[in-house]
């Protein structure tokens, strides 16, 4: 009896588990953006002329003021007024630095073209026979090149269960592992503290084999 109480509440944790977290999750994201409708004036706000609190209208609006920026700055008058924008953020000594930190940060990100936090990499850290997992962010800037006299690159490494928060080590090009997982694999690796294992597909298993030396 005792054995299978025990099997019925691990069922019942791993069942609701996922749930339980989702529901909290998705609910504080759907607060934070709520929050989004006080940057309107109290007259244009919708709980004045409903009178009750309409939940998620904060996440249509967001979804609205990012789609008008980004249609506005796709035009020539959108990329003047952000011009000019960017210009007075540039006469502020702190702000300045923060705002060309994240623009910076974003276009490296969201870019079509760049490969940050696109490719998922095997490091020995912090000694020889321990491994990490991280994302490769870049490269590394050409004075620590120099100083090493070899190529490195920039990667990410997340910590558990809050891949949000991490560190970055610069590593030798030739030092790194290139795998062939899939990011939101090794997100769900490093989220689940390694209980989640991703799953090997045929190519994946190919591909391992080509890459090994032939002996």
């Not at 990329?79 to 702000?95: A, D, H, M, N, Q």
């Amino acid at each position: 009896m005792k054995r299978l109480f025990q099997r019925w509440l691990l069922a019942g944790v791993v069942i609701w588990l996922p749930i339980v977290t989702t529901i909290f999750a998705v609910r504080f994201l759907l607060d934070l953006l709520d929050h989004t409708v006080a940057w309107m004036p109290t007259a244009w706000q919708p709980e004045s002329w409903l009178g009750f609190q309409l939940p998620g209208l904060g996440l249509v609006f967001s979804l609205v003021v990012v789609l008008a920026t980004g249609a506005l700055a796709a035009n020539w008058l959108g990329l003047r007024l952000l011009g000019f924008g960017e210009s007075l953020v540039g006469r502020l000594p702190l702000v300045r630095s923060i705002y060309k930190s994240m623009k910076r940060v974003a276009e490296t990100v969201f870019s079509e073209k760049g490969n940050a936090f696109r490719e998922v990499l095997l490091l020995e850290y912090p000694r020889p026979g321990l491994w990490v997992i991280g994302f490769r962010t870049g490269e590394a800037p050409d004075e620590v090149d120099l100083h090493t006299g070899r190529s490195m690159a920039t990667v990410y490494i997340p910590t558990t269960p809050n891949p949000t928060s991490g560190f970055v080590v610069m590593a030798a090009e030739d030092e790194l592992i290139r795998l062939k997982m899939p990011v939101e694999d090794a997100l769900q690796l490093i989220i689940s503290m390694g209980a989640v294992r991703p799953e090997v597909t045929a190519q994946t298993v190919a591909a391992i084999d080509a890459a090994r030396p032939e002996r």
